[in-house]
């Protein structure tokens, strides 16, 4: 039988990894920053074009940003729904309304039920029940 090999280990700091899949994602790290940011006046650079991606979304406009949060009052945009997602659990002790159903489902199929059960629960609260 053929041994499987457990640890494929990083030339440059020795650190062990379990496939040569993440070695090579890993390894990258060590090498100089080759994705810079085109944006005048920004001097940001980054190893992975993921990253360079990413950052790209700080240099538009609030109004270029697709994902708005809906909350009363807060106004917040963000460039991914991730972004307005991460923002979203900061209203979770208040109460968000259940008829904004594009912002519901822009937040993905699970946090629907979740911000509704709390605006239902909040509302339960103030009446005392």
Request: glycine letters at 6%.
């Amino acid at each position: 039988p053929r041994l499987k090999r457990t640890c494929w280990t990083c030339s440059v700091c020795s650190r062990c990894f379990p496939s040569s899949s993440r070695l090579r994602r890993h390894e990258k790290m060590h090498l100089p920053a080759s994705h810079a940011c085109p944006h005048p006046g920004c001097n940001c650079s980054f190893k992975r074009k993921e990253q360079l991606a990413r950052h790209k979304w700080v240099h538009m406009s609030k109004e270029e940003r697709p994902n708005f949060c809906s909350f009363p009052g807060c106004g917040k945009s963000f460039a991914d729904k991730y972004g307005l997602k991460r923002h979203m659990r900061r209203h979770d002790n208040t109460t968000l309304p259940c008829t904004s159903a594009g912002v519901l489902n822009a937040l993905g199929p699970h946090s629907q039920h979740r911000w509704c059960r709390g605006a239902a629960a909040a509302a339960a609260a103030a009446a005392g029940t």
